[in-house]
């Protein structure tokens, strides 16, 4: 018989267990109930499906979120396992097929909804063996935990009737009282505990702080410009902010769509697909987004505001590389975020408990040493080696002698009676001339202009650390006055000495020099999109989101490695025998002829311009690297468009710009000359969308 490890490899094509999977997996073999806890993208799947293919009976995976189980199905499925799921989505007539192949002893793994499970007992199910049950998403049960779902205290039921049959509860959840209390809900038998470590190193992490609107939005744009075509989600507090972020990106380029609660469910479900079928990258969202959502391939994520906590804020990043390769997550958030989420909480019977959660964020966000740590000590887990992956880490703070700066800010606010916030005292420290600072008699205080050498960008970082370290206190009741506490009164009357943080200037041409690395260590990119368009077909073909076909991960090794035969195929991570068989040749195709398109040596000026697109170059880029104007690049993207080069106008064009130089066409007698068009729409539309709206229109209209 086949072991796990053989089975791990054959069925999913990797090499190495993940740590404490095969453990794990023994453990289940062995007959023995477990709780299973491993962060989002750990790998859980493995642990109950590896047991389920080596049990001679069916397993039940109880498993609360319909598209998700689909999902998983279809990976199953994809890698020729026997699987299937049964849920209230259902027609009779597809259930009695199951019911009949589950009868048969057809089905390794039957994947069941909760509401379900009860009826479906009751009806055929006790009359099945069953090998092994496993409860995904078992926090679901526990009053405790952030999700709980009144169907899972039926689970339970089933237990004095699968007596000998070990069961597996799984979670994503970091918090211990409900950890506890999936043992006792479920009425597990001893079970074994298995804790993986909560450090996801392949997630980056950023925080910016204050960083007024039109900069966000700049930055914002810089960073989703080098990463054309990859997936991520902008997290933000209210539903219309996630409607602006969409329309903003999608004005600018982008391929973008909002979800929130408020909208129906059908449209819900319509952002939900796309997204997952790569026809669109970017999600502004509210969190209700991602809960039942398995897509690998997210990329990024970023926070528009502060998050409640930091359970929600880690599970939010946490969506994005679950296939376990390098991505962004980068948090905002300004006071004004805090003074919010203090304000919701505020009616709550949980008060305190929400606040000091919203104090350990806050904490999190203005950290001068590594961010990671910080956020495995919440979890329980501790390490004091610097990650390297976070922006302290990249660009630790230099420290230098605090303690005029502290004093100056301190007598400040003295000064004033601590009536005011941190814009009127740094305007008072540097001697602004503004209306509301005279009216109040400021310009006459002592420390009027004493810290005038000091930018306010400066002045906002060194205020930030005298908060964090105690010394300041921000009134979140009081219109964010800032007020002195009592180590702050300290400082001032003592000698006690005071370091503080060089404010770190953000690095010039960092993120060109991301792009190029990006593009120099990695696989061949003509090739990587060829693999991408054969995946896209045959998950169109299938009706699958393309990660089910294959990872990114297993694209990209595909296209480094440049496998030759079946041999090296298999040692591509994610391959499995059955892939082999079903996509091998093709794929071995794809990258044979590859590499003879690749020979041909000069390369005219119009592929010169597709490699840097290729590369996911902005076109600002291209231009800079190519020497030439922005508009000479857009020509050259237009006549590669006409040329049937895959190449995405609508990136730099929306639809509802292309509709407007439709209609203003048709008025001005189907002209093909841009100014009476420009003219037409009075100047809203800028020359070079026109040109390329006329591009697309001259195709397809
Ligand atoms: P979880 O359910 O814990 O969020 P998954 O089971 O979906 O995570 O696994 C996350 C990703 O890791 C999947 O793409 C899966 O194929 C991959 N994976 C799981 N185990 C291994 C392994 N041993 N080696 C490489 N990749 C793995
Ligand atoms: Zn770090």
């Known amino acids: 018989m086949r072991g796990p490890k053989q089975i791990l490899k054959e069925i999913y094509g990797y090499d190495e267990f993940r740590p404490n999977q095969l453990e794990i997996i023994e453990h289940t073999l062995s007959g023995q109930d477990s709780v299973v806890i491993m962060p989002t993208g750990g790998g859980k799947s493995v642990c109950f499906q590896i047991p389920a293919l080596m049990f001679k009976n069916v397993t039940l995976v109880i498993s609360p979120l319909i598209s998700l189980m689909r999902d998983q199905v279809e ?20 259930k009695r097929i199951i019911i009949d192949n589950c009868l048969e002893n057809k089905i390794k793994l039957l994947y069941i909804s909760p509401e379900t499970l009860v009826h479906a007992f ?27 779902r009144p169907e899972y205290g039926q689970i339970k039921a089933l237990r004095s009737h699968y007596r000998n049959v070990p069961f597996m509860a799984l979670t994503a959840t970091a918090d211990k009282i409900t950890r506890k209390d999936i043992s ?37 744009i810089q960073f989703l410009n080098a990463r054309a075509d990859e997936a991520g989600i902008i997290y933000c507090l209210s539903r219309k902010e996630t409607e602006k972020w969409s329309s903003f990106l999608n004005s600018n380029g982008f391929n973008a ?118 956020l495995l000590s919440y979890f329980g887990e501790f390490n004091d080696e610097p990650c390297m992956n976070c922006d302290v880490c990249k660009n630790p703070p230099e420290f230098i002698d605090g303690k005029m700066l502290a004093q100056m800010a301190l007598s400040g606010i003295m000064r004033t009676s601590q009536q005011v916030g941190t814009n009127m005292l740094i305007n008072i420290l540097r001697g602004a001339k503004t209306m509301d600072l005279f009216d109040r008699n400021y310009h006459q205080l002592k420390t009027y202009g004493v810290g005038k050498e000091h930018s306010f960008v400066d002045w906002q970082h ?17 219109y964010l006055k800032l007020k002195i506490t009592p180590a702050g ?55 699958v989101p393309a990660y089910v076909i294959f990872h990114d991960a297993t694209l990209n090794d595909i296209a480094a490695v ?86 995405d106008l609508n990136r730099y064009v929306t639809e509802f710009e292309v509709n407007q130089v439709k209609e203003a066409r048709k008025i001005q007698r189907n002209t093909n000359q841009l100014r009476p068009i420009y003219d037409q729409l009075k100047g809203n539309v800028d020359f070079h969308k026109i040109a390329l709206a006329l591009t697309i229109l001259s195709k397809y209209h």
Not at 126 to 142: L, N, R
Not at 189 to 210: D, E, G, M
């Open 122 to 148: 009751d009806n055929w199910l006790k009359s099945i063996p069953v090998s092994f049950i496993a409860v995904d998403e078992a926090h679901c049960v526990s009053m405790w935990g952030h999700d709980f």
């Open 75 to 94: 990976a199953l499925l994809a890698n020729g396992v026997n699987a299937a799921y049964f849920n209230s989505s259902q027609s009779d007539f597809e």
């Open 257 to 374: 769509r909002h979800y929130h609660a408020g909208m129906d469910s059908s449209s819900r479900e319509a952002v939900q697909d796309g997204f997952i079928n790569d026809h669109y990258t970017i999600i502004c969202a509210t969190i209700a987004f991602g809960m039942g959502i398995d897509k690998s391939n997210v990329r990024w994520v970023i926070h528009n505001n502060m998050p409640k906590n930091i359970e929600g804020y880690y599970q939010e990043i946490g969506r994005a590389g679950r296939d376990g390769l390098p991505s962004d997550t980068i948090l905002y958030y300004n006071y004004r975020d805090v003074v919010l989420l203090n304000d919701f909480v505020k009616e709550s019977e949980f008060k305190e408990t929400y606040q000091e959660k919203i104090r350990r964020i806050l904490n999190y966000a203005e950290a001068t040493s590594c961010r990671r740590n910080i």
């Open 184 to 220: 006792t809900q479920l009425d597990l038998a001893n079970p074994q505990l298995f804790l993986s470590s909560f450090n996801r190193a392949n997630l980056s992490l950023a925080v910016r702080s204050q960083v007024p609107k039109k900069q966000k939005e700049k930055e914002i």
């Open 462 to 478: 060194y205020l930030n650390q005298l908060i964090n370290l105690g010394l300041l206190e921000i009134a979140y009741d009081d």
């Open 562 to 647: 440049k496998p030759k035969n079946d041999i090296e195929l298999l040692e591509i991570q994610g391959m499995g025998k059955v892939k082999l068989q079903r996509f091998g040749e093709m794929i071995l195709k794809i990258v044979e002829e590859n590499k003879a398109g690749n020979k041909v040596s000069k390369k005219s000026t119009l592929e010169e311009t597709l490699e840097l697109y290729d590369k996911g170059l902005s076109v600002e880029d291209m231009a800079r690297e190519r020497n030439l104007s922005p508009t000479t690049i857009y020509g050259h993207l237009c006549k590669l468009y006409e040329d049937d080069h895959p190449i």
């Open 489 to 543: 009164d300290e400082i001032l009357r003592s000698n006690k000495p005071l370091q503080l943080s060089k404010p770190t200037i953000a690095k010039k041409g960092e993120k060109a020099k991301k792009a190029k690395k990006k593009v120099s260590s990695n696989p061949d990119n003509a090739l990587l999109e060829a693999l991408k368009s054969y995946r896209k077909e045959i998950a169109q073909q299938n009706k």
